[in-house]
């Protein structure tokens, strides 16, 4: 069985595209990952399978709802994880 979660593939890219726009105070990899997770949890999972995932991420990206949920998410996921950074400082 070939299920996963096409909202995963959006929010990665989506986070690339957010990442241009937003300065982020730390933009190591932790940080990145509880960013994904943060709005991962918030946005409902989208399961689907590997073929008709395609096809669903492209019809989703069209979507300019989805696109301003998850872009609203990235920013707040982005201000929480600046205020509690998991990780000592890194110069
Ligand atoms: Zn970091």
Redesign the pocket.
Known sequence: MALFNAMETIVVNMFDEFSKSYELK???N??KEDMLALVLNKIPPRYTSSEKGQLFIKGMYINPQLQSDVMRELMEAAIIVEHH?H?PE?V
Request: contains cysteine; proline residues 0%.
């Open positions: 730390c933009d190591c932790k940080c950074q990780h890194e």
